[in-house]
């Protein structure tokens, strides 16, 4: 019986005993060094967590509580394909995946993670190639989409009310869940993120959407939106068409 992603991990987790846990989806690929550099790393600089395909170069020292605030707005990668962690984040703070979240699984346990990690290390190295389901959204109803997401930014926002630090991210929440109701009504959903891609810095005139550069052979882009004092960057998938465009303004689209 298929009882879904969390209790799949739970299991694996439970009989886990090495060091370190990964994830690797079963129908993506890496790169031959994977492993060797983010255990390498971690092991180098005693690192809880190593990050790779992230987009960002973080020169400060940042604190747990806005390392998820990055994580929450796209400035890390909020998967967990691109994270190795010491196995005893998860048993010493009784992470587990909760059974029925199948959507928005990796942000729970990533900020979970990035909460109490000591220290994190971000590559830029992009190590994991990412495989975009578009399927897998397609035969979802709308309504358990968004059910799923509702239970994911409640996680989050009870993880964040136990530990007292929901009032320095709840900007950030209310934001989210009001931009993917927003997306899902104009049918410009994107579940997951693509896992290769290009990003241009700077945003694009009379807009505060930022270009982004489509990397070969993805169909979902990358852009900025900047919203107060808050930027977020958010994942667009484009039809067979739009795809041919080197570039493109997601104003056009959003």
Known sequence: KNSGVAVARNTALAAATGAFIIHIDS??????????KLYATAV???ADLVVCNNWNDFDEELSSVQLVRLLLTHHSPPTLWCKIARRSLFTEHNIVWKEGINVGEDPIISVKLQYFSKKTVFLRDMLYNYKQDIGFVTKLK???????????FLEIKRFAEEHGFYGEIADVIRYLQTEFSRR????????????VYTHQQGDAEGSSLARARLSQGNHVFLVTEQVGNHRFLHWHRLNEAQLFNGTTDISAHS
Do not use: Y
């Open 27 to 36: 129908d993506d690929s890496v790169r031959n060094d994977f492993l060797e």
């Open 184 to 195: 899902t009504q104009h049918k410009s959903l994107c579940v997951t993120p693509a896992g």
């Open 44 to 46: 180098q600089n005693d």
């Open 142 to 152: 709308k309504s358990n989409i968004l059910r799923q997401k509702e239970l994911e």
